[in-house]
């Protein structure tokens, strides 16, 4: 008896054993992505995450776990090991040209073409050589949006109709200054341009920035005889406008008197203006999440430079191994071609955080409330925003967008990117003397006559011209071997 | 010959003066319960002061992440040594006799206010003839201490604020002109120190309330026959009675001459940069110019100097304080 009850165990052991191994051969990859968080995590995550793992786990064999990260969170986090297999990386946060210089990425340059030939079908060839790469090596698979730089102001339409103001699709930065009047001169109890600290966002967009807001090279020089030099801030017209017509409003009340000190103005609070860097047709869908009737109006741009290329972009890490390396880029192929999968990731789950809706022949998403409390972020950080269907409220051709980036200004200093570590002491002084001015530079709190002097004192005293020969040596160096 | 003998017999007896020596100081059951009672904190200290130590080489290194590998790997086998260059870039400032003045200047109002004030109430409270009154004064004084400096820097916003502050409503109420408090730099400093002073004098009043009860109440009862007035009594046994205490306090505290406590100079101002000249101290430039970079070189570098410069500065304190006083000095 006790023979046979040994043999019974030993028998079911042997059978669970070969069923688990048998579930393990079939049970999809497991990829860790890191995406970008400007605050928290939405709320509905794991709702989503399900509904994505279920549709991708049948479609591809992979499945995914998402990990949202802010700026500071990224550095500490690449820097000290936490293992990931892919994260999101850009020009403005996470920074592509440090980590990749550190060989902290996967060079996919054959991977891609061979393991995802659709991925890399999905974008032109230039998308690829010049944003995602590197010292001619791929390191990065870059996100389809706008990718040219392009400046909006965004009126509240109501109020401005009211005193007979016409939005104009187009206008100049100073063109802002009889709207702000005449606001100011109806709605006395409100500041017409009211801004945080970080000022009107996208505002200094107008030039590529080579290290940190202090050295740039000016889009508007391109085809002059000052193209390719690497200048101060002080030194481009248009910034300088920009910075005086600020310092102008803030004295005559226009702007909110502690913007340099207040983190942001919030978004529950009715802005008469905003600002932010868009693309065309974008502020149609704005009006129904802002809950006022707004208007685009572009001010600057469009620009496209390797730093509007690389405004999103997601990169593997290089410890992965080539089956993780290989899961994730066909994690991100999905996304770029499959338009049902990528609505799960950019809008959530069909029938709670949205429905679709048929609007003039297109198939268009209608969020839910559900849908734009719990499951909101920019358009960007999931993946390919071309290949997400449209909302109703704002149905726009990404192709027209595009043959507009044909009249874009383009920078000219093609794949150049400034390696600074070697004036890394020099960057670190400047930027600190930036830190000191910034706030009061995009708010207009100083004015900046009287205070230019002084700043750029301090910052040759940090070594901004040690960095600005340093930029300009390999910048020369780039172009003669070009 | 007679030379060596003698040096030969001197030995000797040096080596039983040690036996004798070596005797008495044997380990007793009494040091055993003594050792096993500091464990814990020598445990905290090797754990959380000293294992951690090995983060000053950050300050020699260029470090650099290699993924796939151990962080420890990463910074002892891959990162490049760079000598001194780290340091290079505190130098770089052009605030940076600026910083050094507001860190050691707030830091010298801190002591003699941190010395001065705590004593005084200290005193004056246990000289309350009410006990609960002496223990509502005790508790509300320390409370302060509890709140973390973020919440403290709202507080004071609803008192500052341009707009809607408590202050400029009650100044605006009275006929007068709105106070930009965050674009003023000449309130900080006072507003700086009262908030600080505020927040920390509750806890080292504690301390030294304390001592003041441990003080033998016959000394007081018998100055009391001999007819001492109260300030007498103060000035001839509290206060002397004191000095140890306070000696070890301001000892300490010249240690952390070239720290500064973060949250006051960067939470309570709201990091605003008009202020900056009354406000920035190493603490608040190491975090504002390397924040963006994650550059945990330089922040090191800059770290291990103002610990090396506090313990160089602690050790003169000491021996200036057992100069004037040799029972007082804290080693």
């Known amino acids: ?482 | 010959m007679a030379f060596l003998r003698k040096s030969n017999v001197e030995s000797l007896s040096l080596k039983g003066e040690a036996a004798i020596r070596r005797k008495r100081r044997r380990f007793t059951w009494d040091d055993f319960e003594l050792t096993l009672l500091s464990l814990p904190t020598v445990l905290w200290f090797i754990a959380f002061c000293y294992i951690p130590m090995f983060g000053i080489v950050f300050a020699f290194k260029n470090y650099k992440y290699k993924p796939g590998k151990s962080f420890m790997y990463s910074l002892f086998v891959h990162s490049k040594w760079v000598g001194l260059k780290n340091f290079k870039f505190l130098f770089k400032s052009p605030d940076i006799m600026n910083i050094f003045r507001n860190t050691i200047c707030y830091n010298l109002v801190f002591i003699c206010i941190g010395v001065t004030v705590p004593v005084a109430l200290a005193i004056m409270i246990t000289q309350l003839r009410s006990r609960k009154l002496a223990k509502v004064c005790q508790t509300s004084v320390f409370l302060p201490h509890f709140l973390s400096w973020v919440v403290v820097s709202y507080f004071v916003y609803a008192f500052l604020s341009t707009d809607k502050g408590l202050i400029n409503s009650i100044i605006v109420a009275l006929g007068g002109e709105r106070i930009m408090w965050y674009q003023e730099p000449k309130y900080w400093p006072y507003i700086l120190i009262f908030m600080n002073t505020w927040k920390t004098f509750g806890y080292s009043m504690v301390v030294y309330m304390a001592t003041i009860t441990g003080i033998d109440n016959s000394l007081y009862e018998s100055a009391v026959i001999d007819g001492a007035s109260k300030w007498q009594q103060c000035k001839g046994i509290t206060i002397p009675l004191l000095r140890p205490v306070i000696s070890i306090m301001f000892i300490m505290n010249v240690g952390n001459i070239f720290a500064s406590d973060f949250g006051l100079f960067f939470q309570v101002t709201r990091d605003s940069n008009s202020l900056i000249n009354v406000t920035q101290t190493l603490d608040v430039y190491v975090h504002k110019a390397l924040m963006q970079s994650n550059n945990y070189n330089y922040s090191s570098a800059v770290s291990l100097l103002q610990n090396t410069a506090g313990c160089i500065l602690l050790l003169i304190a000491n021996r200036v304080v057992k100069f004037i006083d040799p029972e007082s000095g804290l080693f």
């Open chain 1, 1 to 482: 008896m006790k023979k046979l009850l040994s043999l019974v165990l030993v028998l079911s052991m042997v059978l669970t054993m070969g069923l688990s191994i048998a579930q393990a051969a079939e049970e999809p990859t497991k990829i860790i992505w890191w995406l970008y968080a400007a605050s928290d995590a939405p709320i509905d995550t794991q709702l989503v995450v399900d509904a994505a793992n279920k549709y991708s786990a049948e479609k591809i064999g992979v499945e995914v776990e998402l990990v949202f990260k802010n700026d500071d969170q990224f550095g500490l986090d690449m820097n000290t090991g936490v293992y990931y297999d892919m994260t999101f990386t850009c020009d403005w946060a996470n920074d592509f040209v440090t980590n990749a210089a550190n060989e902290m990425f996967y060079d996919i340059t054959d991977l891609v073409k061979t393991a995802t030939p659709a991925l890399y079908a999905s974008m032109e060839e230039k998308y690829w050589t010049n944003a995602g790469s590197l010292n001619g090596k791929i390191y990065a698979v870059p996100t389809l949006k706008d990718m040219a730089s392009q400046q909006f102001f965004r009126f509240d339409k109501d109020r401005f109709e009211a005193i007979g103001i016409k939005i104009p699709d187009y206008m100049t930065f100073a063109e802002l200054e009889p709207m702000l009047k005449a606001y100011k001169e109806n709605y006395t109890d409100l500041y017409p341009l009211m801004m945080g600290k970080g000022g009107l966002t996208g505002m200094n967009n107008s030039a590529q920035w080579i290290a940190g807001t202090y050295l740039c090279s000016p889009y508007h020089l391109a085809g002059t005889d000052r193209e390719n030099k690497i200048i101060p801030f002080w030194e481009d017209e248009v910034v300088m406008e920009r910075y005086t017509l600020l310092s102008k409003w803030y004295r005559m009340g226009y702007i909110n008197p502690d913007a340099a000190t207040i983190e942001s103005i919030g978004s529950d609070i009715r802005a008469a203006i905003r600002s932010g860097s868009a693309w065309p047709g974008y502020y149609k869908g704005y009006s129904s999440w802002a809950g006022i009737n707004v208007e685009g109006s572009c001010y600057a741009g469009p620009f496209m430079s390797l730093a509007t290329m690389r405004g999103a972009m997601n990169a593997i890490n290089a410890a992965a191994t080539e089956e993780q390396a290989i899961a994730c880029l066909k994690y991100l192929e999905l996304l770029s071609t499959d338009r049902t999968f990528r609505d799960i990731l950019r809008y959530g789950v069909e029938g709670i955080h949205f429905n679709y809706e048929e609007v003039d022949g297109v198939k268009a998403v209608k969020r839910s409330e559900q849908g734009i409390k719990n499951w909101s972020m920019d358009a960007f950080v999931t993946g390919s925003v071309v290949n997400a269907s449209v909302t109703t409220d704002a149905i726009y051709d990404w192709e027209e967008i595009f043959k507009g980036y044909e009249k874009a200004i383009i920078s000219t200093l093609g794949t150049w990117s400034f390696v600074g570590t070697d004036v890394e002491a020099e960057m670190a002084a400047c930027s600190a003397v930036m830190a000191k001015y910034n706030a009061e530079l995009l708010t207009g709190t100083i004015d900046i006559e009287a205070k230019l002097p002084e700043i750029k004192a301090e910052l040759e005293q940090a070594g901004i011209y040690v960095v600005q020969a340093e930029a300009q040596r390999q910048l020369d160096a780039y172009l003669a071997g070009n």
